[in-house]
């Protein structure tokens, strides 16, 4: 039995702040950021967005994708996040109430820094190849915060991504070839319970942490499936500003013409739980039937998770059904000011 | 601040859009009702509500109620749903709440609508937004 994604949806909210606006509040250089960082902007979420809320709205594309799939009928649904909006009470249950899915079903919320969102997923379809449930939810969504003036108040933006996987062959979209998983203990960023912003191991972060992980969980799933990059139509890293994903892609040996449609964080920001799911909803919308997508995540901590899927002919049929993340991405943009952005992100402390 | 009791029973409503459709005359009620005005009819079917329409009638207010101190001006709308139904709601994502107009197609999200303080539960329903 083969299993899959038989639905898929994104949403990005539509209010943006540029890179210069922030920089201009910190008395810092703009441009050698936008160079170093490779970011241009990125997404802010309005005072009613958050990660349920995104959640809802991006499962409720992929069951538009679905063709109809009954909610009743999904029998897990699983949403990782590090921005869960009660630190107790899930954000799973109102998102599965909302679609629909409740009582019948195995909720849960889930965390791992920038890798929730491929958790969820690995569990969804875990569930569905081990013939418990005929149809799972896995869904990545974050309303990220950085603190005023750390370099992760550049980056730090909201989207949310969600898949249904199943197995009946007449709805599937992408047939999962293989999953992989590389993890070691790597303190390369954390947040301790009650604290607003998260901290990180600044100049450390980089090569022991994404780049050790991503090239090892990349180089694992592509030797596991006996596949070389070259085989690939698409491949999606994790993608915490812009340099990172082409820089490790390079290294890997993929060229920019296999990366540049899941490549997002310029205009995007990096949306954490969000962002290779988002991205790999970018390839969706594009791929062709037979193409070849790998997908790598990265969180912090530290870990990456790995699929290859392959795209079926039911692709094509179903892109166009719903919102398509590049529309998203560079249509009915709002624009805010740091002020504004400062209030939405709940930066002011209001009067008692 | 609402209780959450009373919210949670209308959860079908806020989450799902269900409205109560009569069974002897069709008219769909929502929020759902024990009596039907039209026909007086107790008897109803679950339907849910489409989420596409347009605006019939923008507002737009300024002297926020407590705990909308920081979404003012507020827009809100009665919006007419592609099946008919009318309903009063927030319009969100307003760069300018006063460019909306009567006619504006939208289509309704699931939005946070409100918070009860720093420490309280969370509200969701359905917010329009201007396609
Ligand atoms: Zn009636």
């Known amino acids: 039995m083969s299993v899959g994604i038989v639905g898929y949806g994104s949403y990005i909210p539509r209010r943006r702040i540029k890179l210069e606006e922030i920089a201009k509040v910190w008395g810092a250089d703009a441009p050698s950021f936008k160079r170093g960082l490779q970011l241009h902007e990125k997404s802010v979420p309005g005072k009613d967005e958050d990660t349920i809320t995104m959640a809802v709205e991006a499962g409720r594309r992929a069951l538009i994708r679905s063709g109809g799939i009954d909610p009743a009928t999904i029998g897990a ?13 899930p954000s799973g249950t109102v998102v599965a109430e909302a679609l629909g899915i409740t009582p019948q079903a195995h909720v849960g919320d889930l965390e791992f820094a920038c890798k929730a969102g491929t958790e969820s997923m690995y569990l969804a379809h875990s569930l569905v190849k081990a013939g418990e449930v005929r149809y799972a939810f896995g869904i990545g969504a974050d309303t990220s915060q950085g603190a005023p003036g750390n370099a992760l108040e550049y980056s730090t933006a909201a989207g949310a991504a969600a898949f249904i996987f199943g197995s009946d062959p007449e709805r599937m979209l992408a047939e999962v070839v293989e999953t992989y998983s590389w993890t070691t203990d790597t303190p390369d960023f954390w947040r301790r319970s009650y604290m607003h912003y998260p901290r990180h191991g600044s100049r450390y972060t980089g090569e022991p942490a994404y780049f050790r992980h991503v090239m090892n969980s990349a180089k694992g799933i592509l030797e596991k499936a006996g596949l070389k990059p070259e085989d690939l139509a698409f491949a999606v890293f994790h993608q915490p500003n812009g340099k990172f994903p082409l820089r490790v892609g390079k290294r890997l040996g993929f060229t920019m013409e296999q990366m540049e ?29 037979g193409d070849l ?34 529309m998203q991405l560079d249509n009915n943009k709002i624009y805010i000011d740091y002020g504004t952005y400062a209030k939405l992100r709940g930066k002011i402390r209001m009067g008692e | 601040m609402e209780s959450p009791a009373r919210s949670w029973r209308e959860y079908p409503q806020r989450y799902r859009l269900e409205a109560a459709k009569c ?58 749903l592609s099946n008919g139904v009318r309903l009063m709601v927030q319009v969100a994502d307003m760069a300018d709440p006063m460019e909306l107009k009567i006619g504006d197609p939208v289509h309704l999200e699931f939005r946070k609508i409100q918070q009860d303080g720093e420490a309280g539960l969370l509200f969701y329903g359905h917010k329009a937004v201007r396609d």
């Open chain 1, 77 to 89: 649904m699983y949403i990782g996040s590090e921005s869960h909006p009660y630190a107790v009470k």
């Open chain 1, 261 to 289: 449609p899941g490549w997002l964080s310029p205009w995007l920001g990096n949306t954490y739980s969000g962002a290779s799911p988002i991205g790999t909803t970018a390839v969706f919308d594009v791929a062709r039937p």
């Open chain 1, 293 to 326: 997508v790998l997908l790598t995540s990265f969180g912090s901590g530290a870990g990456s998770d790995s699929f290859i899927f392959r795209m079926t002919d039911r692709i094509t049929e179903v892109q166009n059904l719903a919102p398509l993340t590049r």
């Open chain 2, 23 to 80: 069974t002897k005359c069709g008219k769909v009620l929502y929020p759902p009702r024990v009596v039907c005005p039209a026909c007086h009819g107790r008897e109803f079917e679950t339907v849910t509500l489409p989420r596409d329409g347009h605006v019939v009638a923008p507002t737009v207010v300024r002297v926020p109620p407590t705990g909308f101190e920081e979404e003012t001006p507020l827009p809100i709308a009665v919006v007419e």
